[in-house]
């Protein structure tokens, strides 16, 4: 089998992986309110799923047999093959479903580092929230409301496979559940839409409870195991705009880590366009000529997740904190959300 997406069965569906990708970087944060949009999303024609902390994945069974792909086009079935094992036996020929990868912690709570740290025994569940075929026939063009019920007459859940649940009713009482259960966010969609990769057309939005996005990192700072803080930024306009410096997160065994993928990168010229700063700033996250003499530059491909207060009125971050690397991210598609 060639490993070449476009290739493969399916391929309609394949092709819009990358679309996919930039439909997942188009979010919608609340640190103080409701966003407009979701303030209007009440009504027969929406409903709401929790947002889960996951890698974007889609499932593949056709004659060839059973495959699950990052959003990016890679295959994972190798890294899965529980998730593989009970795909086999949840879903019928000619099904692609899209999903996410979510693993869970000893204490039975969703966790993005666990997921990326999941080893043999780690708990990772595949949770199909769209079906883009059915019965070996695309059902992107179908609204979202018959795409739902095909989707529960699809999947014979298991272990490792489930349906991501929505709801309706009051968007307010919705988001008191999941703030109550220590969710990361709200996703809102709309019934009577189809498939719609890549493009913001209003069909669906989405709200962050805890602030939180994924930025690049463009340097560091020396220290023990390797590294005493990050520098990391987000694209504007095809040009790296600096965010902040990161200690907070960061183990020794996660600095030792990033330490050894960063080595290779690096370069003598500071990748970001908005430094030096002329000052600090308030709360002390500008980068000023004199600190950028204790840095060390790399070429910007390694994203990781963060989690963080609130942005600054300087366009910093304030109390930044590592959640772990991703490796299903390409750097340019990481923007300030």
């Known amino acids: 089998m060639s490993n070449e997406p476009w290739k493969w069965k399916f391929t309609p569906v394949l092709l819009n992986l990358e679309d996919a990708a930039r439909e997942q970087n188009h979010r919608i944060h ?9 303030q209007n999303s009440h009504g027969d024609l929406w409903v709401y799923e929790l947002k889960l902390d996951g890698y974007r994945a889609q499932a593949i069974r056709d004659a ?29 020929v000619g099904t692609a479903l899209n999903g996410e990868l979510v693993a869970f912690d000893d204490q039975g709570r969703p966790s993005f580092n666990a997921l990326q740290n999941a080893a043999s025994g780690t708990h990772v569940v595949f949770f199909a929230f769209d079906i883009l075929v059915s019965e070996g026939k ?26 991501s649940e ?27 839409r ?14 962050r409870i805890n602030i939180g996005q994924e930025f690049v990192i463009g340097g560091f ?19 790296l705009i600096y965010a902040a410096r990161v200690r907070a997160g960061l183990v020794p065994a996660s600095r030792r880590e990033i330490y050894d993928r960063l080595k ?58 590592f959640a772990g690397l991703r490796a299903d991210k390409d750097a340019r598609d990481v923007v300030r959300e």
């Not at 047999?65 to 019928?92: C, F, H, M, N, Q």
């Not at 700072?221 to 040009?239: F, H, M, Q, W």
Request: charged share 25%; glycine share 12%; hydrophobic share 35%.
């Open 64 to 92: 060839a047999g059973v495959r699950l792909l990052s959003r990016r086009g890679k295959d994972l079935s190798k890294k899965y093959p529980l998730i593989i094992r009970d795909l086999s036996g949840a879903i019928e």
């Open 166 to 192: 929505y709801f309706g009713g009051s968007l307010e009482k919705f988001l008191r559940g999941v703030k109550d259960i220590g969710g990361e966010g709200v996703v809102a969609k709309r019934l009577d």
């Open 221 to 239: 700072t020396p220290g023990s195991n390797g590294i005493d803080a990050l520098i990391v930024g987000y694209y504007e306009g095809g040009k």
């Open 264 to 321: 290779p990168l690096s370069v003598k010229t500071c990748p970001f366009v908005n430094l030096p700063e002329a000052t600090p700033g308030r709360w002390g996250q500008g980068l000023t000529a004199a600190k950028m003499e204790c840095c060390i530059w790399v070429k910007p491909r390694l994203v990781a997740n963060f989690e963080f207060l609130e942005w600054t009125d300087s366009n910093h971050v304030r109390h930044i904190k």
């Open 194 to 207: 189809p498939y719609e990769p890549g493009r913001r057309s209003g069909s669906w939005s989405k709200m």
């Open 30 to 38: 609340a640190a103080h309110g409701m966003p407009a949009r979701f």
């Open 138 to 163: 695309d059902v992107k063009g179908l609204p979202l409301r018959d795409r739902k019920e095909l989707l529960k007459a699809a999947i014979d859940c298991n272990e490792h496979v489930q349906l």
